[in-house]
Nanobody, 125 residues
Framework: QLEVVESGGGLVQPGGSLRLSCTAS???????MGWFRQTPGKEREGVSCISYDDSTTYYAEFVKGRFTSSRDIARNTVYLEMNGVKPEDTAHYYC???????????????????WGQGTPVTVSS
């Protein structure tokens, strides 16, 4: 069993930066960690996934070059560094974990097994 808790969301101005954290109840050594987001009335969409060994990180096209995912094994924590945020980045952000040797497709959130409650991000001036 794994529990993950997101934090770090809030209000940020367009062009600004924010760092989200996802802290787990146990080691994340063998888990691929994804970030997803959702706005009311829309389906949850994948943002990024970092593989279990940190060898590969995948990003959705709409965040490439702006967002960076990383992992701190010692703190059982995964981060999503958001730079150059845009109003369309406003959403509820979730982290999700799945064991295995590779990241499942970001287009299929149901393949990720353990989810947090999310943290809200609002990009507005």
């Amino acid at each position: 069993q794994l529990e993950v808790v997101e934090s770090g969301g809030g209000l940020v101005q367009p062009g600004g930066s924010l760092r989200l954290s996802c802290t787990a109840s146990r080691t994340l050594d063998y888990f691929n960690m994804g970030w997803f987001r959702q706005t009311p009335g829309k389906e949850r969409e994948g943002v990024s996934c970092i593989s279990y060994d940190d060898s590969t990180t995948y990003y959705a096209e709409f965040v490439k070059g702006r967002f960076t995912s990383s992992r701190d094994i010692a703190r059982n924590t995964v981060y999503l560094e958001m730079n150059g945020v845009k109003p369309e980045d406003t959403a509820h952000y979730y982290c999700a974990a799945v064991p295995g040797y590779y990241c499942p497709k970001l287009s299929i959130p149901s393949t990720y097994e353990w989810w947090g409650q999310g943290t809200p991000v609002t990009v507005s001036s």
